[in-house]
Nanobody, 123 residues
Framework: QVQLVESGGGLVQAGDSLRLSCAAS????????MGWFRQAPGKEREFVIA????????FVSDLVKDRFTIARDNAKNTVYLQMNSLKPEDTAVYYC????????????????WGQGTQVTVSA
């Protein structure tokens, strides 16, 4: 397994951009697909976006399509979530996660999770 630490969260206004980072420890980072999930108060943790181990494919929730992108740098053991045109409904704790599965939409297919970083978008 890998250990994951998210950073970059904060308070922004609607329409702003924010980039989250997720740093992984361990030499096997490059063998994992990586995903971002989010959880708002009183709601289930939901899939946001994911990227395959080699960065060749990405999977994006319709909720954030055309606004969020994901990228990874295997040399730096880091995955990034670029969030543009943020909306108040994007407010949540954002978690990165690592998976050896090809089924990246389901949180049950992820092996390791970070502690989360809070993103708050004011109207």
């Amino acid at each position: 397994q890998v250990q994951l630490v998210e950073s970059g969260g904060g308070l922004v206004q609607a329409g702003d951009s924010l980039r989250l980072s997720c740093a992984a420890s361990g030499r096997s980072f490059g063998s994992y697909a990586m995903g971002w999930f989010r959880q708002a108060p009183g709601k289930e943790r939901e899939f946001v976006i994911a990227i395959t181990w080699n960065g060749e494919r990405t999977f994006v929730s319709d909720l954030v399509k055309d606004r969020f992108t994901i990228a990874r740098d295997n040399a730096k053991n880091t995955v990034y979530l670029q969030m543009n045109s943020l909306k108040p409904e994007d407010t949540a704790v954002y978690y990165c996660a690592a998976s050896r599965s090809t089924r990246l939409f389901s949180r049950s297919n992820y092996d390791s999770w970070g502690q989360g970083t809070q993103v708050t978008v004011s109207a």
